[in-house]
C-alpha cells in the first residue's frame, strides 16, 4: 500500500485545514487508517485512527473536539479535519495504515507498517 498525503499549508490560529491521504496499491483489504505528527525537536506522536470500515475512532486528547478523521472507501482516502487549530498544532502530519483482522482502533505507531510522506502543516499566532 502506498500513502500520499496532502493538503498542508500555512494557516493562522483558529483556521482550519483539510488533510488527505489517498492510499493505492492492495487497498481491497482491511485496512486501519491513521494520522501521526512530527514537531521539530519532538517525537511523533498520535492524532488520531479510523478502524476499516469508518466505524470506530479514536483521537488523542490534544485534539479531541476540533479535529475529525473521516473515510471514503470508495475513493481510498482518508481526511483530517481540522478546526480550530493552534499554535502547537504545528507539525509535519504523517498519515499511516495497518492491516485489520477486528473492529478495533490503534494508537501506537508501531501497528502501522505503512507509512506516507509527510505535509506540513504551519499554524501562526
Known amino acids: 500500500v502506498q500513502l500520499q498525503a496532502s493538503g498542508g499549508g500555512l494557516v493562522q490560529a483558529g483556521g482550519s485545514l483539510r488533510l488527505s491521504c489517498a492510499a493505492s496499491g492492495r487497498t481491497s483489504r482491511r485496512y486501519n487508517m491513521g494520522w501521526f505528527r512530527q514537531a521539530p525537536g519532538k517525537e511523533r506522536e498520535f492524532v488520531t485512527t479510523?478502524?476499516?470500515?469508518?466505524?470506530?475512532?479514536y483521537y488523542s486528547d490534544s485534539v479531541k473536539g476540533r479535529f475529525t478523521i473521516s473515510r471514503d472507501n470508495a475513493k481510498n482516502t482518508v481526511y483530517l479535519q481540522m478546526n480550530s487549530l493552534k499554535p502547537e498544532d504545528t507539525a509535519v502530519y504523517y498519515c499511516?495504515?495497518?492491516?485489520?483482522?477486528?473492529?478495533?482502533?490503534?494508537?501506537?505507531?508501531?501497528?502501522?507498517?505503512?507509512w506516507g510522506r509527510g505535509t506540513q502543516v504551519t499554524v501562526s499566532s
Open positions: 499511516a495504515a495497518h492491516y485489520s483482522a477486528d473492529d478495533y482502533v490503534y494508537a501506537l505507531s508501531r501497528a502501522y507498517n505503512y
Open positions: 479510523i478502524n476499516w470500515s469508518g466505524g470506530n475512532t
